[in-house]
């Protein structure tokens, strides 16, 4: 079977300029270098397989893989699996690869910290950042917080790769690592002082003698100076080099930089990138010993961290339907106990018509059963506060969770439709309906569910639904049971989207969609009130809807929805499927597979040492150009021929021009951002050793462009039981008015406050203030994400920016984390560059 992951980011370009800086290593690729995620990957991949091998070995287990350079995460994955007794995750090991990397290249954006880049012999703070990034990331763990670990574990590797590739630690023949840089309690002993002379001029281009060899003989230790602004640095010390720094004209001329094979030093680039290597695996060892190797394998992502998330409509009209959903619920988690597709965290949120919450977090199946079954219906017809109950399960629960919704109400929360389907997009978490008329059963009326809700807000649930890539069902109280077998679809290891469509109004269309060798259990759902479709297989057979069990596979129908399971067997190859319905309806094709699409946002930084990116977490500017980038990680069998943007409730498609950058990296440039909300679908091919295979896959999530930019400041640190204040800034160029603001951060009982509104002019901007105090409790380390929303008049647009912070009682400045903006004009720019750091959750 393939074991790829295919990674596509987008890079926002053309309005953003930033100037150069001494990034490090390369971020993409070129000329044999090897690159920061090159770096990365290489010592993921070492580090996992040195764990598993002495796993192994702890165990009786044969362990053959050989650990060297030729390292691959399938290869490490099915030996880590052979250690384990059991399949471990190369999806989600690729996804930390992915995630981790981000985080490490968006550290270029710190364009003036010497400390970040080890310039300027700045070793003290340079080593400060590494020790509480790593401490940081240990609290992020102990807290069941990966993904705010792998962020800081990024931007700490970035900083100690930088150390091997712009101080002298090579050219006076070290052999090792240097640990002290990842040891707070050991000496930074030679280090040379603010009046040594380090360096002299190079001869030409030649800079292969140009450190001072009284330098070298006592091993002092020194890094280059550089500087895009000005030429000038003190006496006698060496430059950075390169052709944006303007200190490398000054005596001594040259550098030491060996960022890659073609910089002043390129020629120790390989022995400098192996110990940038050698350095990361220590580093790894360093987080494995101190939190275990359980929590290690997670923060690798070898092992699955799923999360079972429920929200529950309390509410005295649902009685009835609380015991069935109760049944569904407790089938739910019994047939997931013991397998390897065991949430490890189960989530509740219950609501009705007079509040909601409080978020119940509990790890053990057999009490979150208990808590479930402790629900008791409350008094009141009215509608429920649902999407509020839904917003805090999406602000506190992980990343592409699973949350299932059960209602039968109306929505009395429907202003917050905007800012959930925000979160959807900021967290990629599918969200499933089960909706239900059991205010009619109440009446023993055979009444259907658009009169008990109405037909706005079951468009509401839909709509909701169809930007995660999760379903709306419609069900009775005696049919609710059925929804299990839909479920268990969704929570499905290893899930992937191979087509998802919408159409409102219904039009008659023809789809296709093409199945590869590396899928399995293949299911198809048509979703609407009275859709009739015929399926097609690559032989030409066919099925109709109407056939419960025909040659193509066996259909179930659960209210509005209809399942068919595609028998297993030879189904590769192109499919098709035609659809005549009266009214709305979607089609969604998923299976398992080891091949999958991920999609960021991202930034663009035009510097000295190439192009490099950093994740932003804010929706692209409407009309507008951006590129992504197609990162195929865990093989190189894998030809990309399309990428596109497919417009989500229609035909219109972005088509993207795919330049290959690398073995498996490849750009693709788009010329605008459609209107409405859209999807990233891919098209490639699958090349095994005896044929070729296309392949298809498409984002779960719907994205959507946006013409509001929110830009904030933030200094990063802020200190357990001591205010914090943060200031922004809306602009638009479209309409004028009152915008509506919201904050929220994820950690509980935080204190914030921010203005409600701020009165924009059409075209204009205006500035306001957030101010939050974290509870005095908190642990040093702890990564807090803020979220700021801003809403258009009437709801016709909105945008959002995520500030990631680190509650500190450290002195060190650590800026393991940044806050996000998006700045689209060049005076911006400079506000942007000067005032504020930039990073991912």
Known sequence: ????????????????????????????????????????????????????????????????????????????????????????????FSLAIAHTSLSNAAVDRKQFSTAHHFDNEDFKNGRDLITQGIAAVKVSMKQGRYLSARTSLGAVCHTLQDFYSHSNWVELGSTAPFNTLIRPDLPLN???????????????????????????????????????????????????????????????TGGI?????????????????????????????????????????????LSQISVLAF??????????????????????IDSRRGTSEEPSEYILVPFNDQGFGSLIKIENADTFKERINSLSSTDGLNPGMCLSGLLLTLTQAPPSSDIFVFTDASVK??????????????TKSTVTFLLTNSISSRSQQNVSLSRTVSQSDIQLYRDLAHIS??????????????AAVVIADVITTGLV???????????????????????????????????????????????????????????????????????????TGEWKISISSTSSYTLKVIGQSSVDVLVYFVEVIEGGHGESWGQIFTRPFIGRNATLLVSVTGGDSVTVTDVLL??????????????????????????????????????????????????????????????????????????????????????????????????????????????????????????????????????????????????APGSTDLNYAIVQLTVSTASAIFSGCYSLCMCLSFSCFFVFHFSMILNNI
Do not use: W
């Not at 010592?43 to 053959?64: I, N, Q, S």
């Not at 008659?508 to 590869?516: A, C, I, P, T």
């Not at 994820?746 to 406050?753: H, N, R």
């Open 413 to 426: 929360d429907s202003e917050l439709k905007s800012a959930v389907e925000a979160m959807i997009q900021i």
């Open 311 to 332: 929200v529950f409509d309390t509410t005295g009209s649902l009685s009835n339907y609380i015991t069935e959903a109760k049944k569904v619920s407790f089938s739910i």
């Open 497 to 571: 989207t191979v087509l998802y469509v919408e159409r409102s109004p219904a039009i008659v269309e023809n789809f296709s969609f093409v199945l590869d060798p590396s899928l399995s259990n293949v299911t198809v759902y048509v979703t609407g009130d009275s859709p009739v479709f015929t399926l097609y297989s690559p032989t030409g057979v066919s099925q109709s809807g109407s056939v419960a069990d025909g040659p193509l596979g066996s259909i179930l129908t659960v209210g509005n929805l209809r399942r068919l399971k595609i028998n297993s067997g030879n189904k």
């Open 646 to 791: 497919v417009e989500a409730s229609g035909s219109g498609v972005v088509n993207g021009s795919i330049k290959a950058v690398g073995a498996t990296d490849f750009l693709v440039n788009v010329d605008r951002i459609p209107e409405g909300a859209f999807v990233v679908q891919l098209k490639g091919l699958l090349n095994d050793t005896s044929m070729t295979n296309r392949f298809q896959r498409q984002s779960p999530t719907q994205f959507k462009g946006s013409r509001i930019t929110i830009t904030a400041q933030s200094q990063n640190i802020t200190l357990p039981g001591v205010p914090f204040s943060l200031n922004f800034t809306v602009a638009s160029n479209t309409i004028g008015g009152n915008y509506t603001i919201r904050a929220r951060t994820d950690l509980v009982e935080t204190a914030v406050s921010f203005p409600s509104s701020l009165i924009l002019v059409a075209g204009g901007s205006a500035q306001g203030s957030i101010n939050l105090t974290v509870p005095s409790k908190t642990e040093s380390g702890t990564a807090v994400t803020l979220t700021i929303e801003a809403e």
């Open 469 to 482: 890539g999760g379903q709306t069902i419609e069900v009775t109280n005696s049919t609710l049971s059925q």
């Open 257 to 301: 930089n060996k960022d890659d094979i073609s910089s002043n030093h390129g020629f120790l680039h390989q022995r400098a990138a192996e110990m940038a290597i050698n350095a990361t695996v220590e580093l790894l060892e360093d987080i494995r010993v101190a939190t275990g190797n359980q929590a290690f394998l997670r923060l690798m992502g």
């Open 1 to 92: 079977m393939v074991s790829l992951v295919v990674v596509a980011v987008f890079l926002l370009q053309g309005a953003l300029f930033q100037p150069p800086q001494a990034s490090g290593f390369k971020i993409l690729p070129a000329d044999g270098s090897l690159t920061h995620q090159q770096i990365t990957e290489a010592a993921f991949l070492r580090k996992m397989a040195e764990v598993c091998r002495d796993v192994a070995a702890a165990r009786g287990r044969d362990f053959t893989l050989p650990i060297n350079n030729k390292l691959t995460p399938t290869a490490v994955q099915r030996a880590c699996s052979n250690s384990y007794s059991s399949l471990l995750q190369i999806p989600t």
């Open 190 to 252: 030679n280090l040379a002082d603010s009046n040594t002379k380090t360096c002299k001029s190079c001869v030409g281009k030649d800079c292969s003698d140009n450190v001072l060899p009284e330098i070298l003989q006592q091993k002092i230790l020194t890094s280059g100076y550089f500087s895009l602004l000005r030429p000038s640095k003190p006496a006698g010390k060496c430059s950075h080099g390169g052709f944006f720094d303007q200190t490398s004209d000054r005596d001594p």
